[in-house]
C-alpha cells in the first residue's frame, strides 16, 4: 500500500511540473500582453518599458522561466500585474470561496445523482425511469452559463417581480454586518442556493444515468439472485448487497467530476457574481497577467491532482485488486 | 476623477446575448433627463466660472435630510485604490470620493476650490501659486499641508511608480512649499494647459506613503486600505465582491448626506440590467442601448442620457496600398450608411461622428466636411482612383489586385462585431470586400499596437485636453498609438503652433484647421459619438450627472427621509 501511494505521489509531482511548464508557455506565447488593455498615450514608452521591467518581462523567455521555477521552488508567486497586490494575496481571498462553492456544489451532485440513480434503477422502465432518464440528459445537455441565465430569470426576479433568491455575491451586502448569526448563515445559504444548484444539476445528470447502469449491472448478478433467494427485503438487498457494489465505480468519477466541477465555478461565478477563482482565473487569462494565471492554474492543477489522487487511494483501499497493478 | 483626464482606447465588454425591447407604446415611460451643461471656454482659465460655483454653494445652504445607502453596480472590480497605481475607471470613481484635487473640475471643465482655496500664476505665468484650505484632515486625524501637495508631485513624477498620467506633469520643473498652506508649482515654459497639469491627480498622504519605497508602490498595503480625506472615508473591500465608503464626519464642508455608497461588483451584464429591475442596485452606468426601452417603463428608475467621451472609428492602416489614396479613404467613407449603425444597433443613442475632436471639447470644430452616405459617389470616385471590376465576378480590382480586406475587431463587443458585418454588407454594394475577423481582445489591442491589421474597429475615450499630437502626428508616426501611420506636415505644422498659442481665439482657429485637415484625408472613416445612458433609482436628489463624469456632484446627492431604503 506504501509503495502504491508513494507511486502515486510520484506520479502527481511529474504531473504538477508538466503543467506548470505547459501553462508558462502557452500564456507567454499567447499574443498581445499584461500591459495592452490598459495601455494608453500618456503613459511614455520608458514607463513602459520600467513596468516590464519591474516584473521581468523584459528577460528572455528562458531566463524567466528559469527564475520562475526557482520562485516556484520558494513557494513565491509574485505580484499580480493588473490587481497591484500580491499573487497569494488574491489566491486567499477567493480560493476559500470557491472550494466552499465547489465542495458545496460536488455533495450535492453526488447524493442528487446517486439518489435518482437508485430510483431509476429499481423503477426500471416505469414512466418515473423514462422521465428521470429524459429529463438528466435534457439537464446534462444544457451548458451552465444558459442553466444560470435560465435560474436568473425564473428565481431571481427576471421574470415579473418574483425576486426568491438573490441574483448575486455571497451576502446581502446592505444589511449582512447588521445581522445576527442565524440571520447570516440563512442569508449565506440563500446565495448559495442558484450558483450550487447551476453547477451540480449537471453533473448529477451524469452521475444518475451512472448510478442507474451500475446498479442495474449489478442487480443481475448471482449474489443478488441468492440474496433474494434467502427471503431478504427488496430493501436489504438494494441497499446492503446491491448499492455497496454499485458504488465502487462511482468512487473514481468522483476523481472525474473534480475538473468538471471546477470549469464550472469559473462560468458559474462569472454569472452570478461569486467572489472565486474561476473569476481571478478569467480575468487574468484576458489580462495577461502572467503570474495571477500561472498560480491560479497552478491551484486548479493541484486541486485536481489531489482529487486524483484521493479517489485512486480510496478505491485501492476498497478494492484491493487494483494495488496489485 | 483621474481617468477624466486619459485619453484611453477602450474595449467597452458588452453583452453577448440579445434581448429585444418593447414596441415604445407605453406612455408612461421615463424621459430622459439631458443633463449636460454646455461648455464654455473655461478649460484652461484661472478664472472661476461664478454661476456654478453659486450652485455649487447653494446645496450647502439649502435643506436636506442625511441618512440611506446608494448601491452602484458595476461590472469590474477596482485593482487598486491609490491613484498612483490604478488602472481602471472603476478604481477612479471611487478615488475620486476618497481624495481631494487641488481643484474641482466642473461640468464646463471650469476650475472650483477644493483642497485649494485660491490660485494665482506669477506675472511671466512660469509660476502657479495654490492657496490651500487648513481645515482638511486625512482620515486618520493628521492635517493635509502643503508637504502632501509636493510629496504628491514628486510620486506622480517618479518613473518607477509609472503613474499611468506621468506625462501630464512633463512641463513642470518642481513644486515648491512656501509654508503649511501655500504650494508653487514652478513651469517649464508657458503654455494654455498649465492649470489642469498642476492639479491632475488627487493629493496623497505624506506621512503614510513616504516610508513606502517607490519599487513597492505597485502591491504596497495602501492600495487595497486608503486612507483618504475625501467627502466619503474608505470602509470595506470584499475581493471581487463590493467596496463599500462611507460619510466622513470630518469632511471639512460637513458630512455628505448619504450614509453610504457601496459599490457592488457583478461581472455579468445581465444579470446587472436585472438588479437594476429588481432595486438591488440603485445605480447602473453604460447601460447597453437595447435595454433602455424596458428600463423606461420602470417607475423606480431616473434616465440620465448625454453624450459620451468616446467615438467608434475604423482605421485604415495606410501602409497597406488599399488605403494610400485620399480618394478611396473618402469613397470607403462614402459608401458607408452610417445612420443606419446607429439606428439598428445603437437604438439611436449616437450622433454621426465627422472628426477626431469630442464636441465636448472646446475646439471642436461644428463645421467639419461630411461624407454623407451616397454609394453612386463612391463608386465614381473608385473608378476614378482605377478601381474596376473587369473580371466581372462582382469585386472591384486594379492592376490584377482585389479590393480585398480584413477588418479586426475585439470580442465581447457586441455592437463592434455586428459593425464589422454591416460595414461588409454596405461595401459589397461598391464591389468591395471586407471580411470580419473578431479577435480576442488582448491580441486585438496588441495587433492595434504593432499596427499589425489592415482596417479595424475601435473607440478612443476622450481627453479633457486638447490634444492631437499621439495619435495622428508624424513624430508619432513610430508610436503604437498613430495606429494608420498618419503623416502630414500641413497637419503638423497647425498642430505645433496650436499647442502653444495663448490666445484662446486664435488657437480655435487653428484647432479647427487641423481637424479640416484630418477630415479631408479620412485616415479614420468616423463612425458615431455614443451617447451615454446611466439609471438611477429615482429616491436621489440633486443629481447633476454630466459628460464629464456621472459621480461629479455625488456629495451632495440625498434621499428624502420619507423615501429612504436603507439605514
Known amino acids: 500500500m506504501r509503495t502504491f501511494i508513494l507511486r502515486r505521489l510520484l506520479v502527481s509531482a511529474v504531473t504538477l511540473f508538466g503543467l506548470l511548464t505547459i501553462n508558462f508557455f502557452i500564456i507567454h506565447l499567447a499574443p498581445g500582453g499584461p500591459l495592452e488593455i490598459f495601455d494608453n498615450p500618456d503613459m511614455s514608452a520608458e514607463v513602459r518599458k520600467l513596468i516590464l521591467k519591474s516584473y521581468g518581462l523584459d528577460q528572455p523567455l528562458p531566463i524567466q522561466y528559469w527564475s520562475y521555477l526557482k520562485s516556484m521552488c520558494r513557494l513565491e508567486f509574485g505580484y499580480s500585474i493588473a490587481k497591484k497586490r500580491p499573487v497569494a494575496d488574491e489566491i486567499l481571498d477567493t480560493l476559500p470561496n470557491t472550494i466552499q462553492l465547489s465542495m458545496l456544489a460536488l455533495s450535492l451532485e453526488l447524493s442528487l445523482g446517486i439518489i435518482i440513480g437508485i430510483v431509476a434503477a429499481v423503477r426500471q422502465d416505469s414512466h418515473l425511469d423514462k422521465t428521470l432518464r429524459l429529463s438528466s440528459l435534457t439537464l446534462y445537455s444544457i451548458p451552465e452559463f444558459y442553466l444560470g441565465l435560465l435560474f436568473l430569470l425564473l428565481f431571481a426576479g427576471g421574470v415579473g417581480a418574483l425576486a426568491w433568491l438573490p441574483p448575486s455575491g455571497m451576502v446581502d451586502l446592505v444589511a449582512y454586518d447588521s445581522m445576527g448569526f442565524f440571520e447570516k448563515l440563512a442569508d449565506r445559504i440563500l446565495h448559495l442556493i442558484l450558483p450550487c444548484m447551476t453547477i451540480a444539476l449537471g453533473g448529477a445528470a451524469s452521475i444518475s444515468r451512472y448510478m442507474r447502469g451500475q446498479l442495474l449491472e449489478v442487480i443481475r448478478q448471482d449474489y443478488i439472485r441468492t440474496a433474494r433467494a434467502k427471503g431478504l427485503s427488496e430493501r436489504a438487498v438494494i441497499f446492503k448487497h446491491g448499492l455497496r457494489n454499485a458504488l465502487m465505480p462511482i468512487i473514481t468519477i468522483i476523481g472525474l467530476s473534480l475538473p468538471v466541477v471546477f470549469s464550472g465555478t469559473v462560468i458559474v461565478e462569472n454569472v452570478f457574481g461569486w467572489p472565486g477563482m474561476g473569476r481571478v482565473a478569467v480575468d487574468a487569462a484576458f489580462q495577461r497577467d502572467y503570474p495571477i494565471f500561472l498560480a491560479v492554474n497552478l491551484m486548479f492543477g493541484a486541486l485536481v491532482v489531489a482529487g486524483n489522487l484521493l479517489a485512486d487511494i480510496l478505491y485501492a483501499v476498497v478494492d484491493p485488486r487494483v494495488r496489485l497493478s | ?567
Open chain 2, 1 to 567: 476623477m483621474q481617468k477624466s483626464t486619459a485619453l484611453v482606447l477602450i474595449a467597452l465588454l458588452a453583452a453577448s446575448l440579445s434581448c429585444t425591447p418593447k414596441q415604445p407604446s407605453d406612455q408612461t415611460a421615463s424621459k430622459p433627463v439631458e443633463s449636460a451643461t454646455p461648455v464654455t471656454d473655461r478649460g484652461t482659465s484661472e478664472d472661476l466660472n461664478p454661476q456654478l460655483e453659486e450652485k455649487w454653494e447653494a446645496f450647502y445652504r439649502s435643506k436636506y435630510d442625511t441618512g440611506d445607502t446608494l448601491v452602484v453596480g458595476t461590472i469590474g472590480d477596482a485593482e487598486s485604490l491609490n491613484d498612483l497605481t490604478h488602472v481602471t475607471s472603476s478604481a477612479a470613481d471611487i478615488i475620486s470620493l476618497l481624495f481631494l484635487q487641488l481643484t474641482r473640475t466642473n461640468p464646463d471643465f471650469s476650475h472650483g476650490p477644493a483642497l485649494a482655496r485660491s490660485w494665482q500664476f506669477s506675472p511671466d505665468h512660469l509660476e502657479l501659486t495654490f492657496k490651500l484650505r487648513d481645515d482638511v484632515t486625512w482620515h486618520d486625524g493628521v492635517k493635509t499641508t502643503a508637504q502632501d501637495v509636493k510629496f504628491t508631485f514628486e510620486k506622480q513624477t517618479d518613473e518607477v511608480i509609472a503613474w499611468s498620467a506621468i506625462k501630464w506633469k512633463e512641463n513642470i520643473k518642481e513644486c515648491v512649499v512656501v509654508d503649511d498652506t501655500t504650494v508653487k508649482f514652478i513651469f517649464k515654459k508657458v503654455y494654455p494647459y498649465q492649470l489642469m497639469d498642476a492639479v491632475v491627480g488627487v493629493i496623497l498622504p505624506k506621512h503614510l506613503l513616504e516610508k513606502v519605497p517607490s519599487a513597492e508602490w505597485k502591491s504596497c498595503e495602501f492600495n487595497r486600505n486608503p486612507i483618504g480625506n475625501g467627502p466619503f472615508k474608505f470602509k470595506e473591500w470584499r475581493a471581487k465582491e463590493a467596496i463599500e465608503v462611507v460619510a466622513s464626519e470630518k469632511f471639512y464642508r460637513g458630512r455628505p448626506p448619504l450614509n453610504r455608497i457601496i459599490f457592488k461588483v457583478v461581472p455579468d451584464q445581465e444579470n446587472l440590467v436585472l438588479q437594476l429591475k429588481t432595486g438591488q442596485i440603485d445605480f447602473m452606468e453604460q447601460v447597453p442601448p437595447k435595454f433602455f426601452e424596458e428600463l423606461s417603463h420602470n417607475r423606480d428608475l431616473v434616465p440620465y442620457v448625454f453624450p459620451s467621451r468616446t467615438y467608434v472609428y475604423i482605421a485604415w492602416n495606410l501602409k497597406n496600398s488599399l488605403f494610400q489614396s485620399k480618394k478611396v479613404r473618402q469613397a470607403l467613407t462614402t459608401a458607408m450608411d452610417r445612420q443606419e449603425i446607429i439606428d439598428a444597433r445603437l437604438y439611436k443613442f449616437a450622433e454621426i461622428c465627422k472628426g477626431p475632436i469630442s464636441p465636448i471639447i472646446w475646439a471642436y470644430n461644428p463645421n467639419l466636411p461630411d461624407f454623407p452616405y451616397d454609394p453612386e459617389k463612391a463608386r465614381k470616385w473608385l473608378a476614378e482612383e482605377g478601381w474596376k471590376d473587369s473580371d466581372g465576378d462582382g469585386i472591384l480590382d486594379k492592376d490584377g489586385k482585389r479590393f480585398e480586406f480584413t477588418i479586426q475587431t475585439n470580442q465581447g463587443n457586441k455592437i463592434r462585431e455586428d459593425i464589422t458585418v454591416i460595414v461588409q454588407n454596405q461595401l459589397k454594394k461598391v464591389g468591395i470586400s471586407a471580411k470580419p475577423l473578431i479577435l480576442e481582445a488582448n491580441t486585438f489591442f496588441s495587433n492595434l499596437n504593432k499596427k499589425e491589421f489592415e482596417s479595424a474597429v475601435a473607440g478612443w475615450f476622450v481627453g479633457l485636453k486638447m490634444e492631437m499630437t499621439t495619435i495622428w502626428h508624424s513624430r508619432s508616426l513610430n508610436d503604437k498609438f498613430n495606429h494608420v501611420y498618419y503623416s502630414n506636415p500641413e497637419f503638423d505644422a497647425v498642430n505645433d503652433q496650436a499647442c502653444d498659442e495663448m490666445d484662446r481665439e486664435k488657437a480655435r482657429k487653428l484647432w479647427w484647421r487641423a481637424q479640416e485637415i484630418i477630415v479631408e484625408d479620412q485616415p479614420y472613416t468616423f463612425l458615431y459619438v455614443p451617447k451615454q445612458i446611466n439609471f438611477l433609482h429615482r429616491r436621489f436628489k440633486n443629481v447633476q450627472m454630466e459628460t464629464i463624469g456621472w459621480s461629479y456632484n455625488i456629495e451632495q446627492w440625498w434621499a428624502p427621509k420619507d423615501q429612504q431604503k436603507y439605514r
